[in-house]
């Protein structure tokens, strides 16, 4: 199934069946199943905002597992720089990572996507290497730090994918992933990116003269 | 090469590492570039977006080889400071070219300004700008950029 049939897909079911997205298997809320659907508890917030302190450009430093789940502790660093745009007026937003390292150019994307009825986000990302859009990770924000699953198969094995936005101030964030391939036991770190945002207002020391 | 083909090079899109001397050393920022050319390729025009000192900037460069001198001349505008056109002019010589314009700022005094681009390959290109106070005398390099292809 390409990804964007995996998307129409999502979208039409997250819509009406919000108790078996697989975020929610990993909530580990057996009673949850049973919930009536289109109830929504007092935990569910409004979320349509919770990507807009992101929106400007970032610096961007990027650490890498190189061989995630092989037990190869190798990490690769990456400098570079994160656009993220809105989309849709803030419904969506589109994320640009330029960076290059040791282990060469790196060009990422991530679409993020508010699905306002099961107020949960969808983070889609592609990189310029791979040419697809990935199977989306999904999830929310609480407490100022947003949590995102998915289900994929890495190498071959079923394996659960968490992607962590957290630290968040107004000119700094988090952002991790972490593999796990016993069933959400243990979790691997594999990408761990920490961004410094770019003023756009004119530093006071600046000279202004560019000529 | 055809004089006026000599920046055919610039064309295509390119990434950007800024430096400005700060205080605490060289400041290092990322940019980008796009040129074109237009006018049945007499014309070319950069977009240039990056950032200077810490602030967001957005410039547009225009250049064009001017027949009768024999020389390119080149003008430009940004965001930061909109306006102030100048007109730096120039001819390649031995793969590089300096364009010089001059001016005088806002307490009366004569600044000549020097852009360069040296060090041209099929992907990658350096450029510097730098002024003078005392007529060419000494430089003071406050930009340098280089610039590498993007290949995407």
């Not at chain 1, 400007?56 to 502790?73: N, Y």
């Not at chain 2, 090079?9 to 040129?35: H, I, M, N």
Request: aromatic share 12%; hydrophobic share 35%.
């Amino acid at each position: 199934m390409n990804a964007l049939t995996q998307i129409r897909t999502y979208l039409l079911m997250s819509s009406l069946v919000l108790t078996l997205l697989p975020l929610q298997g990993l909530a580990q809320k057996k009673a949850d199943a049973s919930r009536p659907m289109p109830q929504q508890t007092p935990t569910e917030r409004e979320g349509q905002h919770d990507f807009d302190f992101e929106i400007g450009t970032w610096k961007t430093h990027l650490s890498r597992l190189l061989h995630p789940l092989t037990g190869s502790k190798t990490w690769v660093e990456y400098d570079g720089t994160t656009v993220v745009r809105k989309v849709w007026n803030g419904r969506a937003n589109l994320v640009e990572l330029v960076a290059d390292g040791s282990a060469g150019h790196f060009e990422g994307l991530n679409l993020r996507l508010y699905n306002p009825q099961s107020r949960q986000w969808s983070l889609n990302f592609a990189s310029s290497s791979g040419g697809t859009l990935s199977q989306p990770t999904i999830g929310e924000f609480k407490n100022g730090r947003g949590e995102f699953f998915d289900q994929e198969t890495f190498n071959g094995r079923a394996i659960f994918v968490r992607f962590v936005i957290s630290d968040i101030t107004p000119n700094s964030c988090r952002f991790e992933q972490a593999f796990s391939d016993d069933g959400g036991k243990t979790w691997e770190v594999n990408w761990i990116a920490r961004d410094t945002r770019i003023q756009d207002e004119p530093d006071k020391a600046r000279p202004s003269h560019t000529r | 090469m055809e004089a006026e083909r000599e920046f055919d090079f610039l064309e295509g899109q390119w990434d950007a590492v800024c430096r400005v001397p700060s205080e605490k050393g060289w400041v290092e920022a990322p940019g980008t570039l796009t040129a074109s050319r237009t006018l049945d390729g007499l014309v070319s025009l950069e977009r240039f977006e990056g950032i200077y000192h810490g602030g967001a900037l957005k410039g547009l460069g225009l250049r064009a080889f001017n027949r009768e001198s024999r020389e390119w001349e080149h003008t430009w505008t940004d965001s930061l400071e909109p306006g102030h056109f100048h007109l730096w002019k120039g001819a390649f010589r031995d793969g590089k070219i300096d364009l010089f314009a001059e001016w005088s700022d806002e307490g009366g005094k004569q600044v000549r300004s020097r852009l360069t681009w040296s060090d041209i390959r099929a992907d990658s290109a350096h450029w510097e700008s730098a002024r003078s106070f005392d007529g060419g005398k000494t430089w003071q390099v406050h930009w340098v950029i280089d610039y590498r292809r993007r290949r995407w």
